[in-house]
């Protein structure tokens, strides 16, 4: 049974930060991949940041580059989102997912285009960044 649950949101002024967590179980994170995506209201879904669940590597999208960092410390099966000088335009529902299909995380890195078909969500965390 695959799980995950983020948790860490909440409200913030702009120039603050926030660190998500993603917890997870009911999958190999050795293997597989985690992503971090997001919604506003009236806006489509948007990748955000992935970590290779192979060998750790990452990829975090053009808008958030610089300011947010994913993570996986000592292999455990929490994956975090840290949201650093958060701005008005960062307001979203954000969701962590994962998906079988090998590899995925590290196209997202080469291409720079991240799947977003995924296997398994999370339900999401708000994230209000307003003064």
């Known amino acids: 049974q695959v799980q995950l649950v983020e948790s860490g949101g909440g409200l913030v002024q702009p120039g603050e930060s926030l660190k998500l967590s993603c917890a997870t179980s009911?999958?190999?994170?050795?293997?597989?991949?985690v992503g971090w995506f997001r919604q506003a209201p009236g806006k489509e879904r948007e990748a955000v940041s992935c970590?290779?669940?192979?060998?750790?590597?990452?990829y975090v999208s053009s808008s958030v580059k610089g300011r947010f960092t994913v993570s996986r410390p000592n292999n455990g099966r929490t994956v975090y989102l840290q949201m650093d000088n958060l701005t008005p335009a960062d307001t979203a529902v954000y969701f962590c997912a994962t998906d079988g299909l090998i590899g995925w995380c590290s196209t997202a890195q080469r291409t720079g285009v991240m799947k977003d078909n995924m296997d398994h969500w999370g339900k999401g965390t708000q994230v209000t960044v307003s003064s």
């Open positions: 009911g999958f190999t994170l050795d293997y597989y991949g």
């Open positions: 970590i290779s669940g192979t060998d750790g590597s990452t």
